[in-house]
């Protein structure tokens, strides 16, 4: 028996707790189509029967994705999500915003990055934030998960305003970016699209690429369901607001959901979620930033648990694999599949 089990399932209970006594994210969820179009490998996704739902696959010949119709002026981009299971090493599958297409040098990004794993071992979530084609002052964070995202869906949420960016793992704040003079054009600035993706980032997602995609066990599948856009719409070609009254009521819609105020409860939940399942933050990392971005808020209680590369010392509570299952990994890992 892992004798860490109980105080694992003592801080998952309090966690969740915590993420019960603030505002839920409940908003109108959109048909696939009314919001979305296929972006890559459209023979791999698959919409439910009834256009509310779509599933992302990747097999050995292609991966997959979709993009929202329109850009957004600031908004909510949420969709609950529920990821592949087994071994899924190297495979990445990535819920956004971005310019890129439209910003080649100086795009804006903010990113949920789903990051596959060995049999046994979790999935791990990034987020991440780039303002006018920052990438070389990456801001990453690393999270593990308080439950199994690949038995049941879970709602991932990303809140744009011109005050400040918060990610959201089903109704729990679990990273605040605050805008401020400090960071400049590394705020994101201009209109976004809404982006998902599953695809074969082999070379560096599951220990920096020594575990590959090994499609022996594909194809892999994420499903994706009430799908929400919510924010300022913007004509992706002409860029300027698709309503005649601008982004005024979009962005009066937007306030009435509560969702940018950072109440107690809510810094309280956040806290409490850093706390227990952050394995990485950039405002951690002196080994980059010998000075923390303009946007950290470097907390004790954070901050002592982590090396001066803004990695976890120790993960107290890790699930410990089986001993069968870690002979499984090697054999999974070189395992090759039949052409």
Known sequence: MDRGAPAFSFVVVAVLALASSVASVNVTTLAFDEGYVPLFGEGNLVRSAGGRSVSLLLNRFSGSGFISKDMYYHGLFSASIKLPSDYTAGVVVAFYTSNGDVFEKNHDELDFEFLGNIRGKEWRVQTNVYGNGSTCRGREERYYLPFDPTADFHRYSILWTAENIIFYIDDTPIREVRRSDAMGGDYPSKPMS??????????????????????????????????????????????????QNGCAAADAELATT???????????????????????????????????????????????????TGHLKFRRHHRRMPRRGRRAVVADANRQPRM
């Open 258 to 308: 509560g969702l940018h105020v950072m109440t107690p409860e809510k810094r309280r939940a956040m806290r409490a979620f850093r706390e227990q399942y952050m394995s990485y933050s950039v405002c951690y990392d002196r080994a980059r930033y010998p000075e923390p971005l303009p946007e950290c808020d470097v907390l004790e209680s954070e901050g002592k648990r982590f090396r001066e």
């Open 194 to 243: 809404l982006y998902a993706t599953i695809w074969d980032a082999s070379n560096w997602a599951t220990s920096g690429g020594k575990y590959k995609v090994n499609y022996k066990f594909g194809p892999f599948v994420s499903s994706f369901s009430d799908l929400a856009l919510l924010g300022c719409r913007l004509d992706p070609i002409q860029q300027v607001p698709t309503t």
